[in-house]
């Protein structure tokens, strides 16, 4: 494709939605029953359904059907976290795992619309589960490894799973990680939690329950491999994904199966180029979206070669990527600009000592990538040969709406233009379109496939948060502007949403965390810009009278945080101060705290609507 193509093709996307989306979702996929109507409602009535009719099957997709022609072509490389341990499935191989696992699953008593949570490491096996769940029509709910005890109950009570699979351990960059401690803690409390399934990673030693607990590879030996797949109405809920908001409590991002895999199917092939013999990389995690849509689903659609590392990028060493690409020769490679900050941070020469040369295009996603960082990426990794598609999306999104094709002329540090059928506007705080040069909030005004449906349980809630500010349009929570010549830019959130190493934390869930710690009274969490990581949080606590402020509080602070939330949470600052600054109405003023965290205390902006003035001129003296 050629930009002039991709501006023909988006002009008929627009102009043509149905017969667009049609034409891919033929195109890309099987479907049992063909749908009779490609769009129905809209986003003013909230009541839009895609591919109505239409019957599918996500896991036929991604492997049965490609047994003819791809049984013996690899569907996962996987690289251990040690360079020693490497693991090649072909198509053929993966189908027969993930059959007999969705056999297990069955024996199970798992049936059509369950929920199961996975709580694994970056092992084959998550993907198998994953898939197992998708064959049956069992909803799955990913929970990132890295995630607490107490983030993973929260997570398996909301959306009431009754089966977990999880691993003995895990292992990153040379550390355990304690999966099924962390499990046994969580499913204490989850009543309808019949059964954990445990996967043998590191086999060391593990508590272990008779009644509940049963070995992955006990039961894969007493089921067979022949398992007829669920014909899922394109409607029907396909998985859970738990992301942060603003208010304390995490979503469940829930996506239906026939828009989804459209949208993913078709954003990695036009995205990423990916050539039948590429092999393509995607450094994401699978307990998040990016791993979801860009290691699994929209690779395996196209059956690409899709590479699994259950590593970090400085383990043994900061040449681990380009290493793992000079490995096995990887032609697509896509991370976060997080990840690209810290290896810059170490010097060229961790990357100059590799060759690189498989290369093709470079891909980046969950930030804004800064142009100096950009420029890096293009000069030192990509050798000035690679495009990169710096990818704008989030987890409501399903998969990518605004980046750079292949072929689209690249300016360092704008995500460029929107994929097909997107239609994005920036508006301002009267909700009028801005037109060039000007920031404001990014809505998307048309429907498209991979749209999530709902928040799982609490469609009040989905339809508050995102369609409510500004009717009948879907709102990002992104501020961007666009330039003369029509590019994003993405700026940042627009909400309380803080994104540390390109993680999603909501400023209400870090608040919560902190209150329940019986020396604080208030607290009150904002962003500040962090060289590698971004964002880092900044905490205001207010303790109890009584209380002395010490370091071992802040310790014991920090400590708190990271057990009830994950190690994503660490505190980069915490200040004790006296009040917070509210309104009359008693809310937290977050706008003026964040520009205090800075020093900015010349522009605070209007406060008038402050309760008491005098807590700014504290706040400041500290
Ligand atoms: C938020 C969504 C999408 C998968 C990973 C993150 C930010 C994401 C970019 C980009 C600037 C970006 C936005 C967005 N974001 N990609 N290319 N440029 N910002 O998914 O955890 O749901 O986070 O990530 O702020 O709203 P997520």
Not at 37 to 54: A, H, I, N, P, Y
Not at 202 to 213: A, E, F, L, M, P
Not at 233 to 257: A, C, E, M, Q, R
Request: with cysteine.
């Amino acid at each position: 494709m050629n930009f002039e193509k991709y501006k023909e093709l988006y002009r008929y996307s627009i102009e043509n939605p149905e017969q667009f989306w049609a034409e891919q979702a033929n195109e890309f996929l099987h479907w049992d029953s063909p749908f009779e109507k490609v769009l129905s409602g809209s986003f003013e009535k909230q009541d839009t359904r895609w591919f109505v009719g239409g019957k599918l099957n996500a896991s036929y997709n991604c492997l049965d059907r490609h047994l003819k022609n791809k049984k013996d072509k690899p569907a996962i490389i996987w690289e251990g976290d040690d360079p020693a341990q490497s693991k090649i499935m072909t198509y053929g191989e993966l189908y027969e795992e993930v059959s007999r696992f969705a056999n297990v699953l069955k024996k199970q008593n798992i049936k059509k619309g369950d929920r199961v949570c996975i709580y694994l490491p970056m092992i084959p096996e998550i993907i198998i589960s994953m898939l197992a769940c998708a064959r049956i029509g069992a909803i799955h709910s990913v929970v990132f490894g890295g995630f607490s005890a107490d983030s993973l109950r929260t997570r398996i009570l909301d959306s009431d799973c009754q089966l977990v699979i999880t691993a003995d351990e895990g292992v990153r960059g040379g550390k355990i990680i304690p999966l099924k401690k962390n499990a046994d803690q969580a499913v204490n409390e989850c009543r309808n939690v019949k059964k954990i399934i445990v996967v043998k990673r590191t086999g060391n030693s593990i508590s272990w329950d008779d009644k509940r607990d049963v070995w992955y590879h006990d039961e894969m030996k007493k089921v067979d491999s022949n398992c007829v797949p669920e014909k899922m109405n394109s409607d029907d809920p396909f998985f859970i994904l738990y992301t942060s908001g603003s208010t304390g409590k995490p979503k469940g991002v829930l996506h239906t199966t026939g828009g989804y895999l459209v949208f993913v199917a078709t954003t990695f092939k036009y995205v990423f180029d990916c050539a039948d013999e590429d092999i393509y990389w995607c450094t994401a995690d699978l307990g998040w979206i990016t791993g979801h849509s860009y290691i699994l689903y929209g690779p395996l659609l196209n059956g690409a070669t899709t590479l699994l590392f259950e590593g970090v990028p400085s383990y043994p060493n900061f040449s681990r990527y380009w290493e793992i690409i000079d490995k096995y020769s990887v032609n697509i490679f896509y991370t976060a600009p997080t990840a690209i900050r810290a290896l810059r941070h170490e010097g060229d020469e961790w990357v100059n000592k590799t060759s690189r040369k498989s290369l093709k295009l470079l891909g980046t996603v969950g930030e804004p990538i800064n142009p100096d960082v950009w420029k890096w990426y293009y000069d030192v990794v990509g050798q000035k040969k690679c495009p990169i598609v710096d990818t704008w999306w989030q987890t409501e999104t399903g998969g990518i709406l605004i980046s750079p094709l292949p072929c689209t002329p690249l300016k360092p540090g704008s995500a460029t233009f929107p994929f097909f059928g997107i239609v994005p506007e920036i508006i301002d705080e009267q909700g009028n379109v801005i037109k060039n040069n000007e920031a404001g909030k990014l809505v998307i005004s048309k429907p498209w496939p991979g749209m999530m449906k709902t928040i799982y349980g609490d469609q009040k809630r989905f339809i508050e948060t995102y369609f409510t500010e500004v009717p009948g349009k879907y709102l990002t929570g992104d501020r961007a502007h666009r330039d003369e010549e029509n590019y994003f830019w993405i700026e940042g959130r627009n909400d309380d949403v803080i994104k540390v190493s390109g993680h999603r934390i909501g400023t209400g869930e870090l608040e919560s965390a902190l209150i329940s710690v019986p020396e604080i009274s208030e607290a009150a969490v904002v962003p500040i810009p962090n060289e590698i990581k971004g964002q880092g949080i900044f905490a205001y606590v207010v303790i109890k009278p009584n209380v002395i402020p010490s370091d071992e509080l802040k310790k014991k602070l920090n400590n708190h945080v990271r057990e009830m939330i994950g190690p994503i949470a660490t505190l980069e600052n915490i200040q004790f101060v006296k009040a917070l600054p509210k309104t009359r109405s008693g809310k937290i003023m977050r706008r003026i705290l964040r520009k205090i965290a800075v020093g900015d205390v010349e522009n605070l902006g209007d406060v008038s609507t402050l309760a008491d003035s005098a807590v700014i001129n504290d706040l400041i003296a500290q």
